[in-house]
């Protein structure tokens, strides 16, 4: 399997405090990677490394060979493509005067899509994230939560991404909203092949969804396997710890799928 992503020994400081500690690992074409961790420990500075948003200190963010944060707007465009972000809270990120078809129609126009091809795309993404096609008219204060999350799933599918990085997609849901939002996820994956990394502190969503898991504290990398291994045979005790105060409501519903495309980096750090 191709290596989509790779941070090699990435560092970021905020002020002089280390929010990410020389952290290393890959994404594989067609692989869910998750990053899991106590609030501060630095899941979504690596997610925003990870899409080039932020410039590690030290060590190299590598996507398809490329530093994410030195793509220019116009001539690295199709590399930008392949690279996409669902937000945790896509209120915040879709704008308020665009209506929902729009968005996305924004999405592919900024990707080259000729007028003429974008209403027949765009239709297909609502079909693709079962949203009925009238909502395409609404604008964002319009939809609910778990719209607005497709809305944002269509957005990033738009351009046709190799990698999709998300951040807490799920945590702003109800659990019913949230379940079909991990259905939709898993659905995609398993037709389009793309890969995910998938921060998240929604254990339960992370064992339906992730093929790999990286378990972080304080910016470091503790233990890292295939999340099936780690769920029922966690080897550190902070990860013991995270799985102990999630709750008996987190099981084990990792597809057979979802045994992932690799399953190195069992060692615990
Ligand atoms: N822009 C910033 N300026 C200053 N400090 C920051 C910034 N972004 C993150 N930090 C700090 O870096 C550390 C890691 O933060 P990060 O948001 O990556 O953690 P997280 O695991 O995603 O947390 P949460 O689950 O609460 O979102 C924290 O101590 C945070 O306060």
Known sequence: MSILLRLDAVSKSYAHRPAVAAVSFEVHAGESVALVGESGSGKSTLARLALGLVRPDAGTVRFEGRDPARLRARADRDVRARLQF??????????????????????????????????????????????????????????????????????ALATGPALVVCDEPTSALDRDTRERLLDLLTELRERTGTAYLFVSHDLAAVARFAHRTLVLRSGRVVEEGRTDRLWTAPEHPYTRALLDASGPHVTLRTPASATGPNDQNEEPR
Do not use: I
């Open 86 to 155: 669902v937000p945790q809270h896509p209120r915040g990120s879709l704008n308020p005067a665009l209506r929902s078809g729009e968005a996305v129609g924004f999405a592919l126009r900024a990707h080259g899509v000729p007028r003429r091809e974008r209403a027949d795309r765009t239709a297909e993404l609502f079909r693709r994230v079962g949203l009925a096609p009238e909502l395409a008219r609404r604008f964002p204060r319009e939809l609910s939560g778990g719209q607005l999350q497709r809305v944002a799933v269509a957005r």
